[in-house]
């Protein structure tokens, strides 16, 4: 992928992201600690591919799930105001329990 039409949009490229999961890209706009928007882009039908559609597909078939998902958020959210990179940690690991089958997500 050529970054460089992203470049000139604003975007810049998180490389350790890159580094640390071959087939994923990520890029933000802003400042970097509060960027406003974010793009992902990973190798079609790949790991994280499939990893994030699986995820979808649970929330979609049970509502239970997907509230529990956004009170999760909410609340990460607030506890890591001030710390991106721990709310997307945290939101990992919610998606991690769900995707290996733990009940209490």
Avoid: C, M
Avoid at 50 to 61: M, N, P, Q, T, Y
Avoid at 69 to 75: I, P, S
């Amino acid at each position: 992928l050529d970054a460089a039409p992203l470049a000139a949009l604003g975007y810049a490229e998180v490389a350790d992201v890159r580094d640390r999961e071959p087939g994923r890209r990520f890029f933000w706009k802003g400042t970097p600690a509060y960027p406003t928007y974010h793009l992902h882009l990973v190798t079609l039908d790949g790991a994280r591919w499939r990893r994030s559609l699986e995820f979808r597909d649970r929330l979609r078939a049970d509502l239970a799930l997907a509230e529990r998902y956004d009170h999760h958020k909410r609340q990460v959210a607030r506890q890591y105001a001030d710390d991106p990179a721990a709310y997307a940690e945290a939101k990992v690991a919610f998606i991690d329990a769900v995707l290996q089958g733990a009940a209490e997500a």
